[in-house]
Nanobody
């Protein structure tokens, strides 16, 4: 059964760091585009970072220079290294595995990140 599972969330002080992991199973991971989204309380879902099978990456302006997305095809896992965290980074972070161009894919259940001031 194909699935996506996020981990690594938690509570951290402003200025701190966390690394989120997203492990997949049941898919050919290396051909999927991987995306991290987040949803803060009362706000719309935001696309945070993406990484292609060819390792091209893009970031939301709000996280550029602070977050880094990476992938390990041997481990079927994508990571989101988050540094210099701010209270406004508080959200549930979701991992999305997408096949292009059909745009079909899988979602995880999310991992919660709380940044205290």
């Amino acid at each position: 059964q194909a699935q996506v599972v996020e981990s690594g969330g938690g509570v951290v002080q402003s200025g701190g760091s966390l690394r989120l992991s997203c492990t997949t199973s049941g898919i050919i991971f290396k051909i999927y585009h991987m995306r991290w989204y987040r949803q803060a309380p009362g706000k719309e879902t935001e696309l945070v970072a993406i990484i292609s099978p060819g390792l091209d990456s893009k970031y939301a302006d709000s996280v550029k220079g602070r977050f880094t997305i990476s992938r390990d095809n041997a481990k079927n896992t994508v990571y989101l290294q988050m540094n210099a965290l701010k209270p406004e980074d508080t959200a549930v972070y979701y991992c999305n595995a997408v096949l292009i161009p059909t745009n079909t894919g899988l979602w995880g259940r999310g991992t919660r990140v709380t940044v205290s001031s």
